[in-house]
């Protein structure tokens, strides 16, 4: 049995002008119907096998992205649908935009096209899942799924990135400090 | 002096020496000796005296002769009506008084008169009377050790109050005295005493820390109880006057009879007992009754106040089976299990919510004494059973919590199991035994339901089913809550007392024990009480390979913990990865924060479900209370008028 | 030799409630126009999450899980071993209120908010199936299943009404439209997956497998309404109906949208009431 039978995907709108997901959508239609290659639209990363992102990445939602991809269990594959999921396409210019999805996560899959065809999109994710098979039987000697390590590309925004990254950690580090100080209170008052 | 009298007597001794021992440091030691030993041998004394009658060596009827007793019993009335209407007018609340007056002078009047019947047995033990003195022996010694500690941690974290502990321990021994009173008592008018004791015991200890609220709250319930006591009153002068009879058991034998007469007497004492056992449209003295100290609201409420209602009429259920009176009383207890469980679902207060639970359960078992039948009386006592031991339980655990965070709402016990991971364990195991499958209240639904089915009361199977429904949804909302898993948060330092922790383990491992050991249970303790009750040998009502099954359905919820443990120990393969849960990629980073749409981080608040616009209390509980009253009202006129 | 068949019988469910899946899954594709997967298809999603790591929110979660599975598996075989039909039902409850607990011990958004959904749902399938079991009790007077299907009528001459009842409720327990406001057993929904939210890998797969027994189950329960006599023709009307049962519910999966918590409380309530409510009124006055 093999488990690319039931590949689930998870669908994700970075930000791109719609176009690709209704491709997207209209690959699940009657009349390409994915759900014949045991592929389910799930909405859930804990449950997905394939991460299907349209759209660039911006600074909204780049730790959505990164977040979504790190809940999704071992192995899984990545496939960016669209020009501008592959590297920003008529985007790429943008203040806000940092370019395609492999700036943020490693993508196995790169489907061009503006919008892609659902043809292609099924194609894509059908190519995707040799890869997950490979990578499901690495982890199965024990290696890790990749080959090489992958790291955050040379971004052109890395400071505002970090700052961005530094904000929050610095919020939550003031309500654990909060949180701490609370239990010690507590346990204060309690000492007898 | 048998251990008859030592019952009745000896918590009334200990009180005194409580009241006496004062307040302060230094006598906290002693105080914590003889609460202990007092309880100890009280509950040794409950053994022994069951151990004797299930032997075979004590039962039947003592004191025929009681002239000395008897104006001690006079005497003890007229003490409590004074008391009562001194405290009625020292808060201007003199309609209680009235009620108190009404209730205690017609029966100093027939004791005077000469009108009483005499000459007869005062006392009664049997098996009933043995299985509730173990209930109240028990679950009321284990509550006494628990208030010792409790009331030292309650003053410690409410200063504003007048530290009057010595005289709170003290109400809680008399109560207990109170309660083995009604229990032993034949004789009515006796029981009346006993029953005008708890009702007096529990507004004094209503209204412990003279709060504006609680005095109110603490009037509330004295005015129903003594509203019962009228009824009871009633039914004395009625027995006694006009069918000559005196005893609880003298009433039994004329039911062979059915004369006209009776199915008044049973009819004012089914009143009565539903008033105390806090019936819609009573129920508002129990919920009330809440603002209490923790260990009164277990006593009132799990072990004895409320459980005497139902002793009553299970005394009586087989003079209502199939009668108006049964009707009624299978009316009232069926709607009000359904109607208190809707009102527990919308309770976010953990005390109240227990509260609107005991007045639902209390539904039940009054419902199954209304049906009358052998197998309904099973589930009826098998239910205060367990009823008085897991709702202690809970009421316990809720009271440490609340001494240990300051708060007693359910909201706040979200992830208890991660702060408190001792007092959520046991709190589960509480809460297990208050509705699921193989623990012992859930046995008794099912005699329950099977009883009400064969005696073809329709309506009563439906308040069943839809009752159940709602009992579980509010319980496990609140077992939710408990066992929510939180990141980032740690153990609280365990300040509960070493005292309450010895009530609690207790009761706790008595949760468990009672539903392994429950087919003994059945046969040794309630099938006699059947066979005494109904006069023939009464069929095991749940036997056979249920039993097997049931204990099979047991071992597997106690090994699933045990397993884990085993089982966590030796993985292998693809191991598991820790993650933060799904929050649509917006987790911040642990469970508790998101990044909302500025991209700053914010708390993250999950609040149970509570439907306040559907089925709040303010929204039903007046229309529940007057449907009700009528029914009540149009009853008892219809019974009594039409005996008359 | 009963108990023997209840063993037998967990074996046999998840193949067929798996097979039951692929069909529904299946037709529901046909019905749509669809090539749709191959029945096949859940054994294939079962091994995949049993391929998968599993990432877990805390440690208490797969206990639950587990006994999620074990008391769905003990309510199979309760009832294949003819032991009581109540003892199943409450075995069921105990099983899905773990499951509950193991989405509230997540302690996240859409597990939590599922969870308490998954309560309500309950809350709205409790009174039915007890009242099955009452409707099979005044047939055969007795909750023991092998009384039940030697009684020499069938219970759905006497309880159409439970039977009704309990077709209302079914596609709560099945997770189909339009009672499906906890969780769905499609992949996409608004409360994400509901109770399973944050639940994965292997531990999924154990879902799965449990979801499998549950259709088994609830197959049971339509089938048993025509059992009697302990013969074989009336075993047969059981099965080919608990079949067309199962399609009836793919088509309403397909027909109906999804209906809000209080729509579905007071549908299956009032149902409940008044077919099974009536249903026992009646045969309780024939039989007084």
Redesign the interface.
Known sequence: MKMTKSPWVLHYDGSSCNGCDIEVLASTTPRYDLERFGIINTGDPKHADVFLITGGINFQNRMVVQQLYSQMPDPKVVVAVGICACDGGVFKDCYNILGGVDKVIPVDIYVPGCAARPESIIEGVVKALDILKKKRDRMKQGLPPEEKGWAIANIRDGKALAAQEARINAQLKMEDEAREARYRAHEEAHKE | MGIIEFLIFFPFVAAALLYLLGNGEKIYKARKVIVKGSSLVIMASVIYLAVRVLAGNESGSFLTEANIPNYFVMGGELLLMVLVTYYGFHYHKAYAAVLSWIGTIPVLWLDISGYAVEGLPHFRVDNLTVIMCLVVGIVGGFICIYAVGYIKDYHHHHRNFPERSNWFLAMLFVFLGAMFGLLFSDNLGWMYFFWEITSVCSFLLIGYNKLPESINNSFKALWMNLLGGCGFMAAILYANIRLGACNLSQLHLMGSQSSPGLMIVVTLLAFAALTKSAQIPFNGWLLGAMVAPTPTSALLHSATMVKAGVYLLIRIAPLMAGTMTGVMVTLIGGFTFFAASLMAIATSDGKRLLAHSTVSNLGLIVACAGVGHPESVWAATMLIIFHAVSKSLMFLCVGAVEN??GSRNIEDM??L?VKMPRMAFVMIIGICGMY???FGM?VAK?AA??SY?DS?S?WL??F???G???T??YW??W???I??????S?A??D?THIGEWEAIYPLAVLVVMMCMLFPFISSYLIQPVLNQMFDTIVPPVIGG??IG??L??LS??IS??I??VVV?RHRSG????????????????????F?NSY???Q??Y?S??YMID?IGELRILKPCQMIAASILVIFMIIIIGGAI | MRILLGFLMILVAPFAGAILSGIDRFCSARMQRRVGPPILQPFYDFYKFTQKKAYIVNGLQWLLVWGHFLFVVLSIWIIYSGEDFLLAIFSLTLSEMMLCLAAYSASAPYSNMSAQRELLQMACTEPMLLLTAIGFYLNSHSFMVSDIVSCSTPAILRAPGMFAGLLVILPIELRKSPFDVSSSHHAHQEMVKGVTTDISGRTMALVELTEWFEIFLMCTFVGLFFAYDNSLTGYLIGIAVALAVMLVMTLTDNVFPRVKWERMLAITWSTTFIAAGGNLLVLTLLQA
């Open positions: 240990e965070t979200h992830g199991i699921l499958a193989p859930l099912w339901l099977k089915i073809g329709v199977v439906l069943l089913v839809f159940t429904a709602s579980s949804f496990g909302k077992l939710g809550k066992m929510a898993v939180i990141h980032k740690q609280l330092r300040t390979s249920d099954v049931m099979l359905m597997l919820v699933i913990p397993a884990g966590s693809i191991t598991d990865q820790n993650t933060r849960s799904y929050m649509s990629g917006i987790n911040a980073g642990d469970d508790r924060h990044l991209g700053d981080v708390p993250l999950m149970n479900w559907l």
